[in-house]
Nanobody, 116 residues
Framework: QVQLVESGGSLVQPGGSLRLSCAAS????????MRWYRQAPGKEREWVAV????????NYADSVKGRFTISRDNAKNTVYLQMNSLKPEDTAVYYC?????????WGQGTQVTVSS
């Protein structure tokens, strides 16, 4: 079965950096786009970034463009989110996502808190 396991979330000061990881299993990882989403307290889940399958083309939400970088290692079945210049408004639970045959799969999420 499809499994996504996020890790790397933590408490970090404003301006700091974190690298999130999402280990995937149960499907042919290299065949699918991978996405990161986040959900802040009291807000709806929002899309953050996407990386395509083969040429690793990426796209980002305007709120994180220039600060976050999504990448993937198809040999390790893992997608990453490098987050730099973190702001308090980046505080959220971060989820990785894959859509397979019109079904969305989610991990359990990893908490990122940006606070001094």
């Amino acid at each position: 079965q499809v499994q996504l396991v996020e890790s790397g979330g933590s408490l970090v000061q404003p301006g700091g950096s974190l690298r999130l990881s999402c280990a995937a299993s149960g499907f042919t990882f290299s065949n699918y786009f991978m996405r990161w989403y986040r959900q802040a307290p009291g807000k709806e889940r929002e899309w953050v970034a996407v990386i395509l399958r083969l040429n690793s083309t990426t796209n980002y939400a305007d709120s994180v463009k220039g600060r976050f970088t999504i990448s993937r290692d198809n040999a390790k079945n893992t997608v990453y989110l490098q987050m730099n210049s973190l702001k308090p408004e980046d505080t959220a639970v971060y989820y990785c996502n894959v859509n397979i045959q019109r079904t969305n799969y989610w991990g359990q999420g990893t908490q990122v808190t940006v606070s001094s």
